[in-house]
């Protein structure tokens, strides 16, 4: 059984950080493509951030570029998202997803597996 478990989420003021994780078990973890998505109060989720099983050619949302790098332990099966230089904007609930196909998947309905959501608050 697959299982997804977000942790690190937090009520923060505006231009700070924090470091999102992601812990997978139930799966050959190095062989799937891991993606961090949010979904805002009325609005639809969004893709942040993925990265491939081979841990390179990430890819970023124009809104977070430059600020929310993702990277991935495939020895502790888990993937991060470190958050920097938060707005309000970026209040969500913050989702980790997994899926064994390989290529850019930017869509959810590509993701066959989801975390439970870790959620994020930023206060100005």
């Known amino acids: 059984q697959v299982q997804l478990v977000e942790s690190g989420g937090g009520l923060v003021q505006a231009g700070s950080s924090l470091r999102l994780s992601c812990a997978a078990s139930?799966?050959?973890?190095?062989?799937?493509?891991m993606g961090w998505f949010r979904q805002a109060p009325g609005k639809e989720r969004e893709l942040v951030a993925l990265i491939p099983w081979t841990g390179g050619d990430t890819y970023y949302a124009d809104s977070v570029k430059g600020r929310f790098p993702i990277f991935r332990d495939n020895v502790r099966n888990t993937v991060y998202l470190q958050v920097n230089s938060l707005n309000v904007e970026d209040t969500a609930v913050y989702y980790c997803a997994a899926d064994r196909n390989w290529g850019r998947l930017v869509r959810r309905d590509e993701y066959a597996y989801w975390g439970q959501g870790t959620q994020v608050t930023v206060s100005s």
């Open positions: 139930g799966l050959t973890f190095s062989r799937y493509t």
